[in-house]
T-cell receptor
Framework: GQNIDQPTEMTATEGAIVQINCTYQ??????LFWYQQHAGEAPTFLSY????GLEEKGRFSSFLSRSKGYSYLLLKELQMKDSASYLC???????????????FGKGTTLSVSS | DGGITQSPKYLFRKEGQNVTLSCEQN?????MYWYRQDPGQGLRLIYY???????QKGDIAEGYSVSREKKESFPLTVTSAQKNPTAFYLCASRGPSEAFFGQGTRLTVV
């Protein structure tokens, strides 16, 4: 089966750094995605990791450890507009599946205050 | 994100009617996905397709049907068998290192 866990809620202040963790258990891991979703809108693609290590994109970075089944999204220099849900998704090719499913965690709601 | 379009943005239907949601992409992506999101909830996978003329059920396929006759198009039909169809429906397409969503369709069944 598949299991993807993220904290439900996090709070932080403007200018700070926040780390959102994601742990996963899948039978056929084949990559991990992070998305940002503002209320009432569709998710926006942030990053993709398939190899271990850190991927940096401006204020956002994403890390992956395949051996630990663990990823995090790091947001630096937080701004009020970063208040949103952050979704972790795993690309999974399970033993009984034809093709590759993209499975989402329930998301982490981040609130940034001034 | 990218070139993936869902239409319409809002859709109202009477209970007992089938309704088809459109999803078109011009990204040349092979894989496409349909999700459902309920208020305050995560994304749940309905159906996905790796290639033309092939698709697989996700976690909540009951009451839904799809087709993949063209690479660019992956329409979702919400049938009258779906017991609670009111939701936000999201379509995505995936390439080698990215996956983008359409703007979503909010379906309300009255």
């Amino acid at each position: 089966g598949q299991n993807i866990d993220q904290p439900t809620e996090m709070t932080a202040t403007e200018g700070a750094i926040v780390q959102i963790n994601c742990t996963y258990q899948t039978s056929g891991f084949n990559g991990l995605f992070w998305y940002q979703q503002h209320a009432g809108e569709a998710p926006t693609f942030l990053s993709y990791n398939v190899l271990d290590g850190l991927e940096e994109k401006g204020r956002f970075s994403s890390f992956l450890s395949r051996s630990k089944g663990y990823s995090y999204l790091l947001l630096k220099e937080l701004q009020m507009k970063d208040s949103a849900s952050y979704l972790c998704a795993v690309r999974d090719q399970g033993a009984n599946q034809a093709g590759t499913a993209l499975i989402f965690g329930k998301g982490t709601t981040l609130s940034v205050s001034s | 994100d990218g070139g993936i379009t869902q239409s319409p943005k809002y859709l109202f239907r009477k209970e007992g009617q089938n309704v088809t949601l459109s999803c078109e992409q011009n990204l040349n992506h092979d894989a496409m996905y349909w999700y459902r999101q309920d208020p305050g909830q995560g994304l749940r996978l309905i159906y996905y397709s790796q290639i033309v003329n092939d698709f697989q059920k996700g976690d909540i396929a009951e009451g839904y049907s799809v087709s993949r006759e063209k690479k660019e198009s992956f329409p979702l039909t919400v049938t009258s068998a779906q017991k609670n169809p009111t939701a936000f429906y999201l379509c995505a397409s995936r390439g080698p290192s990215e996956a983008f969503f359409g703007q979503g369709t909010r379906l309300t069944v009255v």
